[in-house]
């Protein structure tokens, strides 16, 4: 889907107005008196956090209707800066009321009322943890699975605290009907919650996959072939990726994102990895007939009609160029693509045979870019520039697309470079493998 600017204003228009739901529900109808600038700011804070952090379980990129509008990277980085926001916001509340006025501080008295006061410094413990176990949460040594358990009970726990707290002082809530509209606003947040975790899962049991095939590819990958087991397979697009859970159920932990490799013409789904996990690694294991379940399809780091392909990729970033040049091959696109090709060493290059065998197959010139190159190499060398994308830039740019997958520091530099270049961003597309 292409990028526009009439879809940023229109989804920016639908985050900021769910978000002042909370607010705009406090200050509607009889007002209570006015308690001073920095006390209804706080109380402001609270309300407008609230309707933020509700909104992240919708913002999540889990929804299909919305992440293809601006992209499962763009979607997530978001999800991750209005989740920032919204954490400091709700923090806001009770500080910068506290500090305007010490009356306050019963409500963290457990002589006074205890649930209340161990509810409010729960929640607090609550609020810091998840920001500091979503900005550093390699530091804390979290695996991915723990890490989105922890955050997922987090987040619903804060909600519920909050809602509860709001209905209970009822200052801005005194009627009935204001009671209801936030509760019904938690029961929302905790049903997409549920939806995610349970009904989705819930309905995939009815669409198993098996494996077909394992087999090891260059550069320490392993690429898994899976059919459908007695249903018609999902329809998807070359460059989306879908969710992925190994074993009898999709009940676990256990679920991470892969690009589709394989093209969309073929009956069978192909997903490659590198060995960089506990999980990745335990592809090499996996024997024929092993059932496998797919979330999806999601993403919209796809190629349109019209355009032109420039892919710059590195290291097992290739996974969704592989998808969209294999599907080019097999539906005989007369369409040219440029493959830049970034890698430590040549021996490593994943799918450099069949990448030779396609470019003579299709309109397709690929550029291998070696960090480490062998003695007597004659193509390129070094790291992704400015000056290397400039030299193998088509000769009308605006035709094309620009697609963008490998390591952060690469896709960084790349997407600095081509702005300069004059490349309008909504020709830009990236889709970074480290989502979190």
């Not at 609230?50 to 209707?65: E, P, Y």
């Not at 029961?187 to 995610?196: D, F, I, K, R, W």
């Amino acid at each position: 889907m292409k990028y526009t600017y009439k879809r940023a204003a229109y989804w920016l228009f639908i985050f900021i107005l769910l978000s002042l739901v909370p607010l705009i529900v406090a200050l509607t109808g009889n007002i209570p008196g006015y308690r001073g600038f920095w006390t209804e700011l706080g109380v402001a804070l609270g309300f407008l956090g609230f309707g933020m952090l509700g909104l992240q379980f919708v913002f999540s990129g889990r929804f299909r209707k919305i992440a293809p509008t601006y992209g499962m990277d763009n979607i997530l980085q978001f999800h991750r800066e209005t989740g920032i926001f919204a954490v400091i916001f709700v923090l806001a509340h009770p500080v910068i009321n506290l500090i305007s006025n010490p009356e306050f501080l019963e409500y963290l008295d457990p002589g006074v009322n205890f649930m209340r006061a161990i509810a409010l410094y729960f929640v607090s413990a609550f609020l810091v943890l998840i920001l500091a176990t979503s900005l550093w949460r390699i530091m804390f040594r979290l695996d991915y699975e723990r890490w989105r358990l922890v955050h997922g009970f987090l987040s619903l726990a804060i909600l519920f605290i909050g809602t509860v707290h709001a209905i209970q002082v009822s200052h801005y809530l005194e009627p009935f009907w204001k009671k209801a509209v936030i509760g019904a606003s938690f029961l929302t947040y905790g049903y997409l919650v549920l939806h995610t975790r349970l009904v989705r899962p819930c309905f995939n049991t009815k669409k198993p996959y098996r494996v077909v095939s394992g087999n090891r590819e260059r550069g320490d990958c392993w690429t898994l072939k899976v059919e459908p087991a007695g249903h018609k397979r999902l329809d998807y697009i070359c460059g989306q990726f879908v969710w992925i859970t190994i074993g009898p159920t999709p009940f676990s932990l256990q679920q991470h994102p892969f690009s589709i490799a394989s093209s969309a013409r073929d009956k069978t789904l192909s997903f490659t990895t590198k060995e960089t996990g506990d999980f990745t690694s335990s592809w090499k294991n996996v024997k024929p007939g092993t059932k496998v379940f797919l979330e999806g399809p999601f993403g919209s780091f796809v190629p349109e009609k019209g355009h032109n392909l420039f892919l710059i990729m590195g290291g097992i970033g290739i996974t969704p160029a592989m998808g969209m040049l294999r599907t080019m091959r097999d539906s005989q696109d007369p369409r040219s693509a440029v493959l830049i090709y970034a890698n430590t060493d040549w021996e490593g290059v994943t799918f450099r045979e069949e990448l030779d065998v396609i470019s003579k197959e299709i309109n397709l010139k690929v550029i291998h870019l070696l960090e480490k190159p062998p003695e007597g190499w004659k193509g390129e060398t070094g790291l992704v520039t400015r000056d290397l994308l400039k030299k193998h830039m088509p000769d009308n740019p605006e035709k094309s697309m620009f697609f963008i997958c490998g390591p952060n520091p690469m896709m960084d530099i790349a997407e600095i470079s081509l702005r300069e270049l004059g490349i309008d961003w909504r020709l830009i597309y990236s889709e970074r493998f480290e989502i979190i």
